[in-house]
């Protein structure tokens, strides 16, 4: 039996088992000793004298004492199903949930609080925090069957509630509606399960490893077998953590700094740059981008970090990683992707470079114009004139821009364009026009429609020569040559796309020579 399947067979035996021969339900305890200590530590969370810290052991361990020895109380089992989330994550939500369900299904005349409203506001305590934890930022693929058992006891306890409360229910239909409508996506698109699918039962032992201290090492030889045992330790708890939340800091932070931290030095290679190292099979680089491509962000996380653990110079991986976390509006993992690789990057000058055996690159054309933008800005100094200068407050047109990438991920780039071109017509002056015309262009080539981008590019850099004020902007007319550039490396290659590369390029030099060495 797994360590899924006991919890939840305790909790339901606890459910089950009488208070005493005499009385199953046992007698209110609302006004005990027991349940006021259980409310004075719940309230912690928002007292401001307290450190806010709830002890949910505590909360766990006193909630199960009291159904088990004193009352079957819907409000204590509310609480000991959340303290069992805080404790064993979606293994202790289901054990905890799958309780409420055999109470309220079997055991409605009898349980306690006796008032109809009562018992609707024990059950309604849960729905906020179910809320917060059941999104779309869950990996759910790999623990289907799991998530399938939450399903079924969430509609269950709704079903209930609803027999037995009418108007005054809680409202969990919305929940389990939008989890079940998650488990069936994840279905229809399953694959095989891999590694990762085992990561769960290993976790405890896993980290039992990486945080137990194990013979002393006095060579060489041993500190790299402790450094080795350390990332394969680490792997089962990072995809643990990420499962639970896909844009987890912790995981990405541990898995990045095992991953680079025995690297230090570039891999050998010959004067075209190739190495003898091996990428990704393609089968497997196209499963990735159609599960992308299927907006399956939070499973393709667990995937792709797991991929990526076992590949240190897999730089598309850590591009597509960032894509997966930016979908799910997750700017600080985003940042946290960013700022490890580009520390790599600061301590191997010219990784970026390097090629597969096949002479495929480290980095292809989209995972460079990403670590352009948003890698290397952090470690820019202050002084290099990378960004054009904005004021203290955003100018209209970047905060629309800003405003539009969510609209462009979930309804395309037609919708969001039309957002954009709503401020485009309401702009006064030649200037304004020009910078809502440069969102404009920057949102296509973010939507990835480069030939679209470099079109708009071509005019707006048109516009700068003819008018002469490429001399009066160079920071902008830097910005428009150089998004330009990007397009035409990521277009596909003809005489003529490579001619206007190369011509790009000269001006860019021209213009500031430190960016071309960037």
């Known amino acids: 039996m797994s360590y899924s399947s006991k919890l939840s067979a305790h909790y339901l035996e606890l459910a089950k088992v009488s208070v005493s021969k005499e009385n199953f339900a046992g007698e209110d305890v609302r006004f005990s000793g027991e349940f006021e200590a259980l409310e004075s530590e719940l309230a912690k969370a928002s007292s401001m004298h307290e450190s806010g810290q709830i002890d949910w052991l505590k909360i766990r361990e006193n909630s199960e004492t009291l159904l088990r020895t004193q009352s079957k109380d819907l409000r204590v089992g509310a609480w000991l199903t959340w303290a069992l989330y805080q404790r064993e994550s979606f293994q202790g939500l289901l054990a905890g949930l799958g309780m409420l369900h055999h109470l309220s299904e079997n055991h409605w005349a009898e349980v306690h609080p006796n008032k109809p409203r009562t018992r609707s506001a024990a059950i309604s305590w849960l729905v906020p925090r179910l809320e917060q934890v059941l999104t779309e930022n869950i990996a759910i693929k790999e623990q289907l069957p799991m998530f399938r058992r939450l399903v079924e006891h969430l509609e269950g306890l709704d079903a209930a509630c609803t027999e037995h409360l009418g108007d005054d229910a809680p409202l969990l239909l919305p929940i389990s509606r939008r989890l079940k409508n998650m488990v069936q996506r994840a279905a229809d698109n399953q694959p095989e399960p891999g590694v990762v699918g085992a990561a769960v039962a290993q976790v405890k032992q896993a980290a039992t490893q990486l945080f137990t201290p194990g013979a002393p090492i ?244 048109q516009t700068l020569q003819d008018s002469g004020l490429n001399a009066w902007e160079p920071d902008l007319a830097l910005e428009v040559l150089h998004l330009l550039h990007s397009c035409c490396e990521l277009l596909p290659q003809n005489h003529a796309v490579r001619e206007r590369k190369e011509e790009i390029y000269r001006r860019l030099c021209h213009l500031d020579l430190e960016v071309v060495l960037e």
């Not at 639970?244 to 931290?261: G, H, M, P, S, V």
């Not at 970090?305 to 799910?328: H, I, N, T, V, Y």
């Not at 390097?354 to 933008?373: K, Q």
């Not at 002084?383 to 054009?388: G, I, Q």
């Open 218 to 461: 006095d060579n060489e030889k041993e500190a790299h077998k402790a450094l080795r045992a350390q990332q394969e330790s680490a792997r089962p708890l990072c995809a643990w953590w990420l499962k639970q939340k896909a844009t987890d800091l912790r995981a990405l932070r541990l898995n990045r700094t095992l991953l680079w931290l025995p690297i230090d030095a570039v891999p050998e290679r010959n004067a075209e740059q190739i190495t003898v190292l091996r990428g990704l099979p393609a089968d497997k680089l196209k499963a990735y981008q159609d599960r992308f491509d299927q907006a399956k962000y939070a499973d393709l996380l667990v995937e792709l970090e797991a991929s990526l653990a076992k590949a240190p110079f897999w730089f598309d991986g850590q591009r597509m990683a960032w894509e997966c976390l930016q979908a799910l509006n997750a700017e600080m993992a985003m940042r946290e992707v960013e700022i490890h690789f580009a520390l790599l990057i600061q301590r191997l000058p010219g990784i970026i470079e390097l090629r597969y055996h096949d002479g495929a690159p480290f980095a292809d054309p989209a995972t460079r114009a990403w670590i352009s933008g948003h890698v290397m800005p952090h470690l820019q100094t202050a002084s290099a004139p990378r960004k054009v200068e904005v004021a203290d407050t955003q100018p209209a047109w970047e905060l629309a821009l800003e405003e539009v990438l969510p609209i462009l991920r979930k309804d395309g780039l037609k919708a969001a364009v039309q957002i954009l071109k709503q401020g485009l017509q309401s702009a006064q002056g030649g200037r304004v026009r020009f910078f809502w015309q440069f969102a404009l262009a920057r949102l296509c080539f973010m939507a990835k429609k480069y030939e679209l981008a470099k079109t708009q590019l071509e005019t707006l850099d």
